[in-house]
């Protein structure tokens, strides 16, 4: 995921991307695999109309096809071009994403591992104190 959405945690930042993104693409609302479809689907790329497909082309709907089949769950998401439902758990460990970055992202919060609980407490602790 490119992002720096794990900075917000780690920098004890707000995640705000309307008003304050750390970096260019916290603003984009991507789709959860539709970087990787296009990718697997390059092969059958209308050479006329590239992503832009056009109602009336074969070539363009075999594109369109390739592409839906082979996306993920197409979820929207903002700052990564994977959600957090299609990583492994432990992904979620190591980036250690902010709760108002996932709930900005309307992420089933029961998900979340105990570990990444325990660090939100451990970070918000040390808010206090300062």
Wanted: net charge neutral; hydrophobic share 35%.
């Amino acid at each position: 995921m490119a992002t720096s959405f794990g900075a917000y945690a780690r920098c004890l930042e707000t995640y705000d991307p309307v008003n304050d993104p750390r970096a260019p693409w916290d603003r984009f609302v991507y789709v959860c695999g539709l970087r990787a479809a296009r990718t697997k689907a390059a092969r059958l790329l209308c050479p006329d109309h590239g992503h832009e497909h056009a109602k009336d082309c074969d070539s363009c709907d075999r594109h369109a096809t390739a592409v839906r089949a082979e996306l993920r769950c197409g979820a929207r998401w903002i700052g990564g071009d994977t959600c957090y439902y299609c990583q492994p758990p432990h992904v979620m460990e190591v980036i250690l994403p902010t709760k108002a970055y996932l709930e900005y992202n309307d992420f089933d919060m029961r998900r979340v591992p105990n570990a990444v609980w325990d660090a939100w407490r451990t970070l918000d602790e040390k808010r206090r104190a300062e």
